[in-house]
T-cell receptor, first 112, second 113 residues
Framework: QKEVEQDPGPLSVPEGAIVSLNCTYS??????FMWYRQYSRKGPELLMY????GNKEDGRFTAQVDKSSKYISLFIRDSQPSDSATYLC????????????FGSGTRLSIRP | DAGITQSPRYKITETGRQVTLMCHQT?????MFWYRQDLGHGLRLIYY???????DKGEVPDGYVVSRSKTENFPLTLESATRSQTSVYFC????????????FGPGTRLTVT
């Protein structure tokens, strides 16, 4: 079983729709939960991170973590074609030396 | 140029050849990482380094060798390339204070024929 499971998609939605991306994880030691965004033929870049459980909002993006169910979510409001990318969820422990474990990524396409 | 760079960006090699992928960062980050990205597997950690002269294995280290004599450089060597090592390779770096945030290079697309 992978430590972070993610539906690979692809997911295609019309512009302006609300997008929901989800992951599950199995490692109870995870304290940080991240979403990385990767455009085609580019390296991943950190989009948002959350420490422990709860919600975090940044503009049109909301990250949500439920540690009781080991569920990680990313919501995108008013989706734009520029949001088309692969989104990777990830988890890591509290220590700065903790390795990041990535999900396999969900490919998202926003149709104009 | 500031940031993290990788070279070459594209490489085609033959089975059995030795190949070295280069990674250079200008932030003086202590941590550096090598990942490979394959369809269906996502990012898998090959090797990482906490500081110069300190390296450790990740999830898929077999067939790879790393070294880190300087903080800013972290080369990855495939000693005898195999077709299963055809992949996109990403180098990343992070500071100890922000372990959850890794900064990735643009990637090297390697094909082994």
């Amino acid at each position: 079983q992978k430590e972070v499971e993610q539906d690979p998609g692809p997911l295609s939605v019309p512009e302006g729709a609300i997008v929901s991306l989800n992951c599950t994880y199995s490692n109870s030691a995870f304290q940080y939960f991240m979403w990385y965004r990767q455009y085609s033929r580019k390296g991943p870049e950190l989009l948002m991170y959350t420490y422990s459980s709860g919600n975090k909002e940044d503009g049109r993006f909301t990250a949500q973590v439920d540690k009781s169910s080991k569920y990680i979510s990313l919501f995108i409001r008013d989706s734009q074609p520029s949001d088309s990318a692969t989104y990777l969820c990830a988890g890591s422990g509290y220590s700065s030396a903790s390795k990041i474990i990535f999900g396999s990524g969900t490919r998202l396409s926003i149709r104009p | 140029d500031a940031g993290i760079t990788q070279s070459p960006r594209y490489k085609i090699t033959e089975t059995g050849r030795q190949v070295t992928l280069m990674c250079h960062q200008t932030w003086s980050h202590s941590y550096m990482f090598w990942y490979r990205q394959d369809l269906g597997h996502g990012l898998r950690l090959i090797y990482y380094s906490a500081a110069a002269d300190i390296t450790d294995k990740g999830e898929v280290p077999d067939g790879y060798v790393v070294s880190r004599s300087k903080t800013e450089n972290f080369p990855l060597t495939l000693e005898s390339a195999t077709r299963s090592q055809t992949s996109v390779y990403f180098c990343a770096s992070s500071s100890p204070a922000g372990g959850y945030e890794q900064y990735f290079g643009p990637g090297t697309r390697l094909t082994v024929t």
